[in-house]
């Protein structure tokens, strides 16, 4: 039995998507928080988990991936395109 090894590598947002967000953010009046995701590689095993990015506004974490049109809502079972967020911000103020 050997002792398996969890290396964790933190991965940049990519310019354009931060870029693309902040301007979604500002245009709806939100301050977002955003969490590089990173790459999780389990030592001497071909398994790698890719943990998304995530960008927390108004208390709700969405997860994005680099290279990725989709916003994904709280976990990854709801998306939207990233196209669709302002208005999915907009409506979570009117509550």
Do not use: A
Request: charged letters at 25%; one cysteine or more; hydrophobic letters at 35%.
């Amino acid at each position: 039995m050997f002792d398996m090894q969890i290396i964790k590598q933190e991965l940049e947002f990519e310019e354009c998507l931060k870029q693309r967000l902040e301007f979604i953010c500002e245009f709806s009046k939100v301050t977002p928080t955003f969490i590089n995701g990173s790459i999780r590689k389990l030592e001497r095993t071909n398994l790698t988990y890719i943990e998304p990015h995530r960008v927390i506004i108004k208390n709700i974490t969405f997860l994005v991936f680099n290279y990725s049109n989709d916003v994904y809502i709280t976990n990854l079972t709801k998306k939207i395109k990233l196209s669709e967020l302002e208005e999915y911000l907009k409506n979570i103020q009117n509550y």
